[in-house]
């Protein structure tokens, strides 16, 4: 284990000494183990080191940490038939190594380990080590506490029709989603392990001969090289192989749904499973990507079209509205029915900031709302909604601090940001407003479209995993249009996906 | 440098650039006056009187100030000055906004500046890039625009709205701002516009009312249309919505007043034009299908003979008013406002490069032949007069 940046030394010192012992070899006194293994696990009160006689003689230790170990599983399926059975004589670890297959057959299987080394490994993801009396080799076994939450309705994703539970954060149940739905042998599923103290899994998942086989290897490259501590939520892993991390747009899409990630498997995308979370990456996607819903493909086509067109309808909204109310109410005013421009004016009658100031005051209100909305807990929360519609809604309008058409901007604009279904790319637009604000407030309608043209540039300039992000607008390509500007019918998408494959191929 | 700072610095060079400009044209919905309506005068001295109707946002009644209701919709102010210009300035001297014409729906020119010729005025307006030209021009008769736009009006909060909403919709005779410059720019077009006047409604109370046109020679207003004549310009013109004639097809008895009444359906005009010895003659020809809407006669149109005679007899009628029109125009007011020089353009144009610096001088004895055919379609709903099945 190398030491990594920013660990203070000490810490560092403690690793080295912990690296020497773990070299060492295991000895056959059960003595010279335990005092081995007892300075490794020095101060872990949950860690239990317990001698034993297995098959009524053989003295023997086993090693294991408490807390990760069902008990159950531990009494009925383990202790109890090695202490309760008669007598066999042993000769060689070969020999116990037939016996404890036979004897615990029908719940775990034993593991052979050669050295400390993958002692340590074991037992700190949960495995029992089982130590016997002058063998130099070490039995493991899974005996891993089942520490999972019933599947549930993904919260962030929430669907009317379509399957109602989402990923949890274990990773071998999100992989039987996966298989459950996709029964083919074709799906590979390769486990690599990142963080140096974490050990978390990652698995990269994906569908041999449909995923692009350069894809996969590009991802596993990228995963192999992450130098972290530790690797806590799928976030990091996002984060560290996307290929824009300075972009506020996501290449890289996390989602809660397993009949998401199936659609996607079988589309040819390379799925990242990431142990300990319930966010589920998908890799190579396009800035449409982040418009779809796992619904769209559940509902009648033309309903999912016309959700997708008010989709990219409001995106615009959130991205653009207030700038060019901004805009217009400063420096286009001819461009306003005259109508309504008089209402305008007499709403911004008693106003003393100019329309930018009253912007940002209202959009910056707005995020804070929906941030504390999501931070606090459930039972303040109504509060805080409560409290947040009477400041919004009505008690700044008639305190004469933000002018009422200023109030419908807003909220247009925060319920325009709810509509994109990938909370990535709601963020990525929700921040692109302000600096739109900011040059409409300066430039006008000139600001808004040379920042529009800015942002375009930038998304086009991206590409995700060799994929470019604007695809099939630019490049242009007629067949993708069949399923980011429309959801066409089932019929014609499946021809997209045979071409796809052959493509691939 | 790495990517990063270059992108920081060429930021910074470029929000100060923007600063440094100066220039900054934001201006609040609050900070302008909003100038619903202007007009144009002369004064006794020669000067010109610009005034302007503003409208006040808070006398707007709105659902957020439940309370304005009571205050006033719109400011009238005036200011004499030298040229346009000077008066705006002076104008704009008075109020805490500023001016701002993107707004400006009509501009009233006032009959004494009308008829003193309105070329330079114009220019002022014209020039400034805020101002629209889907305003309308309007004229008034028999008064000044700063009594036109002082006359209150019942069924808009803002007067200019409501000459706005009258001249926008179908019915009315309109001309907008680019049409008049283009008609007065035109060698082969004079331009025409509706013409408001002051009326009484009611009892005391005053308001305006669009029934006139005003008739232009070059810059110089030479004289108005009556109703009935503007009608027939309306359709010269290509509008004859809601256009209704009424015909005396029998004298007046005890019984029945002997009138039809017809409204124009389809309708539409063509012009033929012919040139003999550089004297260009025209023949215009009308044609409409028309509905009997009201039949006050002791005749039943599910006769064929009867329809006949209504339309031989409304086609004459209509034609002779169309003569005296043009009569009118052509010979009294001098004016062409139909734009028969522009047809002469078109049709023969290397005729029209001899003529078109005499054609004021030639207008006037140019022959013009309208003719008029009517057919009706549609008899309503009710074949024979109910009276007449009584008599029976």
Request: with cysteine.
């Amino acid at each position: 284990m190398k030491a990594k940046k920013g660990v203070s030394d000490p810490f560092e010192k403690k690793l080295k000494e912990l690296d020497y012992a773990i070299e060492s070899k295991i000895s056959d006194k059960l003595d010279d183990n335990e005092s081995v293994i007892n300075q490794l696990f020095a101060n872990c009160s949950d860690f239990v080191v317990r001698r034993l006689h297995i098959f009524g003689s053989i003295p023997s230790m086993v090693v294991y940490f408490d807390v990760l170990v069902d008990n159950q599983l531990w009494d009925i399926g383990f202790l109890e038939p090695l202490m309760l059975h008669e007598s066999v004589s042993i000769d060689s670890p070969l020999q116990l190594y037939e016996q404890l297959k036979f004897k615990l057959a029908s719940i775990v299987q034993p593991q052979i380990a050669l050295n400390m080394n993958e002692i340590v490994q074991r037992i700190v993801k949960g495995e029992v080590v089982l130590f016997v009396e002058s063998f130099t080799q070490a039995f493991s076994f899974r005996l891993k506490d089942k520490l999972y939450r019933q599947l549930e309705e993904p919260t962030s994703e929430a669907v009317i029709r379509g399957p109602q539970y989402g990923f949890i954060e274990k990773l071998d149940i999100n992989l039987a989603l996966i298989r459950h739905r996709i029964r083919t042998p074709l799906l590979k599923t390769e486990k690599l392990c990142v963080g140096g103290l974490s050990q978390t899994d990652v698995a990269i998942v994906y569908i041999e001969h449909i995923a692009q086989q350069s894809v996969v290897e590009e991802v596993k490259k990228r995963i192999s090289s992450i130098d972290m501590d530790s690797i806590l939520e799928s976030g990091y892993i996002e984060e560290l192989i996307s290929d824009h991390p300075n972009s506020p747009f996501p290449v890289i899409q996390s989602t809660q749904r397993p009949d998401l990630v199936s659609g996607s498997l079988v589309e040819g995308k390379v799925v990242l499973l990431i142990d300990g979370s319930p966010m589920v990456l998908v890799l190579p996607i396009s800035f449409w990507f982040g418009f779809q819903t796992a619904e769209d493909y559940y509902m009648n086509f033309i309903y999912a079209t016309m959700l997708r067109w008010l989709r990219y309808l409001f995106a615009f909204f959130a991205i653009a509205l207030p700038s060019l109310y901004i805009a217009v109410t400063t420096f286009h005013h001819e461009m306003i029915p005259t109508s309504l421009a008089l209402s305008l004016a007499a709403a911004r009658e008693v106003v003393p900031f100019p329309a930018i100031v009253e912007a940002l005051i209202m959009e910056t209100t707005f995020e804070a709302l929906r941030e504390a909305g999501v931070r606090l807990p459930r039972p303040v929360g109504q509060t805080i909604s409560i409290v947040g519609a009477l400041v919004i809604g009505q008690a700044a309008v008639q305190a004469g601090i933000i002018s009422a058409p200023q109030i419908i901007i807003v909220s247009i604009t925060g319920i325009s940001s709810f509509l994109i279904p990938n909370p990535g790319m709601s963020q990525a637009i929700s921040i692109m407003r302000f600096p739109l604000m900011l040059f409409a407030a300066s430039f006008g309608l000139y600001g808004v479209v040379v920042s529009l043209i800015a942002v375009l540039i930038h998304l086009v300039n991206m590409n995700s995993f060799g994929v470019p992000y604007m695809t099939p607008i630019a490049p242009f390509s007629f067949s993708g249009l069949a399923d980011a500007l429309f959801r066409a019918p089932w019929r014609m998408l499946l021809r997209r996906h045979h071409h796809t494959k052959q493509r691939l191929e | 440098m790495t990517r990063a700072l270059m992108a920081c610095r060429c930021l910074i060079i470029l929000v100060f650039l923007g600063l440094m400009t100066g220039c900054w044209d934001r201006k609040e919905m609050d900070d302008l006056a909003l100038v619903m309506a202007s007009g144009l005068d002369i004064t006794d001295d020669g000067q010109l009187e610009i005034t302007l109707q503003i409208a006040l946002p808070t006398g707007i009644p709105s659902a957020v100030q439940a309370g304005g209701s009571g205050k006033k919709s719109v400011i009238v102010i005036s200011a004499k000055g030298s040229n346009a210009s000077e008066a705006t300035g002076r104008l704009q001297q008075q109020l805490s906004r500023v001016i701002y014409f993107g707004h400006r729906g009509v501009i009233v020119i006032g009959e004494e500046c009308a008829r003193h010729g309105l070329n330079q005025v114009l220019d002022t307006y014209t020039r400034l890039p805020e101002s629209r030209y889907n305003g309308y021009v309007v004229t008034a008769y028999g008064s000044t625009a700063k009594e036109i736009l002082n006359e209150p009006y019942q069924l808009e909060l803002i007067p200019g709205i409501g000459i706005n909403k009258i001249q926008s919709s179908k019915v009315s005779f309109a001309v907008k701002m680019d049409e008049f410059l283009n008609a007065l720019s035109s060698q082969g077009r004079s331009p025409v516009t509706a013409a408001i006047r002051i009326i009484h409604q009611g009892t005391d109370r005053e308001t305006f009312s669009i029934d006139r046109a005003a008739v232009y020679q070059g810059n110089k207003l030479s004289g108005f249309l009556a109703p009935a004549e503007l009608k027939l310009l309306r359709w010269w013109m290509g509008g004859t919505q809601q256009m209704r004639f009424t015909l005396q097809l029998e004298p007046e008895d005890e019984q029945y007043k002997g009138t039809i009444g017809v409204e124009l359906m389809q309708s539409g005009k063509k012009i033929h034009t012919s040139v003999r010895n550089e004297i260009p003659e025209v023949w215009v020809n009308f044609h409409a299908a028309v509905r009997v809407i009201d039949n006050d006669t002791s005749l039943d149109f599910s006769r064929s003979n009867n329809m006949r005679l209504l339309e031989t007899e409304l086609s004459k009628q209509i034609q002779t008013e169309i003569q005296s029109m043009l009569a009118h125009v052509q010979k009294k007011l001098k004016s062409d406002i139909f734009g028969i020089g522009e047809e002469i353009h078109i049709e023969h144009p290397y005729v029209w490069k001899k003529i078109r610096n005499k054609w004021t001088d030639i207008y006037p004895v140019v022959p013009v032949t309208a003719d008029v055919n009517i057919k009706i379609k549609r008899m309503g709903k009710t074949q024979a007069p109910a009276h007449l099945r009584k008599t029976d």
